[in-house]
Structure formats: C-alpha cells, structure tokens
C-alpha cells in the first residue's frame, strides 16, 4: 500500500509565521499536489509537482509556495501566514497521469 | 471553479438501505473517480470508471458514467454503519484532479 505521511495532525502557528507543512510517500510516485479543504468549497489544488524542482501552480497559489528537492517529499510553505489559511491542508500522489491519488490524513492548521 | 458537483449534499438512510449518490460536470472527460472521506482524515481512491465505460463494479459499490449526459451515480449497496463518510467525485483536467464538495452520507445504525 502507498503510504503518505504528513508532518503533523494539528499545528496551530500566528499571523506573519513562515510555516512548513511536509509531506513524505514511499512509493516512488512522479506526481504530487497540495490541496487545502474548507467546508462547503471541497478540495482546491493550491500547487503540484510532477518530478524533482518542477512545481506547477495550482487554482488557488497566492500566499504559498512550494519545494521539491527530493522526489519523495513535497513541502508546502506558507510565507507570511494569514488568518485566511486556516483550513485542512492534504497532500496527495499519483503514479501518472489518470491514477487513482493517494492521500495524507491531513493537516490540520489554525493560523491566529 | 467546479467540475464535479455532488447530489444530494446530505443523505441520512437506515443501515441496510442503498445510498446512490450523484456527480454532474461540465466538460469532457478522460475518467472519473469517486473518493471517501471519513471525518478528519484524507480520502481514499473508491473506484475509477474510464470515459468509454458505463458502469463498474467493486463489492458493495456500482458507479455508472453516462457522458451524453455529463453524469455519474455511486451507489452503496446494503450500507452498514462504517460506510458514514463524506464521498466526492472528482474528474481529470489538464494533469489534475477537480474535486466536487461532496456528498455527507449519515449510516443510521
């Protein structure tokens, strides 16, 4: 099975913070994504990476940037944290173009 | 903007039951998935049905594709208490995934 670990759970951080969020697979997957998830919106795709130093912007990247330096970890980092990026972070991979993805459990980030 | 939109947005039914679940979107597609989401964890890939199929099954599960009308349905069979998750849709686009926001399913012991 696909394993996707995220960081943390839960990570409370304060408005101006630089924050990471990581995320580690161990199944050699080319394609990674980071989505944010707020009630009533569904998932929106912030950013993705199909191979190591490639990132791709997603529909919502303002305030976000991304970093992958090794193929197995994709990191998410918030800039200069705001209250409006509090919300449920995934991340997920995908072994190609039109497989089926493989989810993190999430993490979940206040920003006061 | 949305590709996938789920009906209904809530479903409360009797363990037991079927539970059909409805996906419409906008533009052509390569495939589409289905996913579930129990309360605050990721979700977990349920079953993918390719543009030229109509229907594919997986255990409890049925998924219908019809294209003409932009359309699919999910349907649990025999739903027990653990199927109480959130289920989404979601349909290729340009090297991603488009998710809709979803359909809460309550599984009444």
């Known amino acids: 099975d696909v394993k996707v670990t995220q960081s943390s759970r839960y990570l409370v951080k304060r408005t101006g913070e630089k924050v990471f969020l990581e995320c580690v697979q161990d199944m050699d997957h080319e394609n990674m994504f980071w989505y944010r998830q707020d009630p009533g919106l569904g998932l929106r795709l912030i950013y993705f990476s199909y191979d190591v130093k490639m990132k791709e912007k997603g529909d919502i990247p303002e305030g976000y940037s991304v970093s992958r330096e090794k193929k197995e970890r994709f990191s998410l980092i918030l800039e200069s944290a705001s209250t409006n990026q509090t919300s449920m972070y995934l991340c997920?991979?995908?072994?190609?173009?039109?497989?089926?993805?493989?989810f993190g459990d999430g993490t979940r980030l206040s920003i006061l | 903007s949305q590709q996938g939109e789920e009906d209904p947005q809530a479903l409360s039914i009797q363990e037991g039951e079927n539970a059909t679940m409805n996906c419409s979107y906008k533009?052509?597609?390569?495939?589409l998935q289905w996913y579930r989401q129990n309360s605050g964890r990721g979700l977990v890939h349920l079953i993918l049905i390719r543009s030229n199929e109509r229907e594919k099954h997986s255990g409890r599960l049925r998924v219908t594709l019809d294209t003409s009308k932009k359309s699919s349905s999910l349907l649990i069979t025999a739903s027990r208490a653990a199927d109480t998750a959130s289920y989404f849709c979601a349909t290729d686009s340009s090297y991603k995934l488009i998710f809709g926001s979803g359909t809460r399913l309550l599984v009444r012991p």
């Open positions: 997920a991979t995908e072994n190609g173009e039109g497989w089926p993805q493989h």
């Open positions: 533009t052509s597609i390569n495939n």
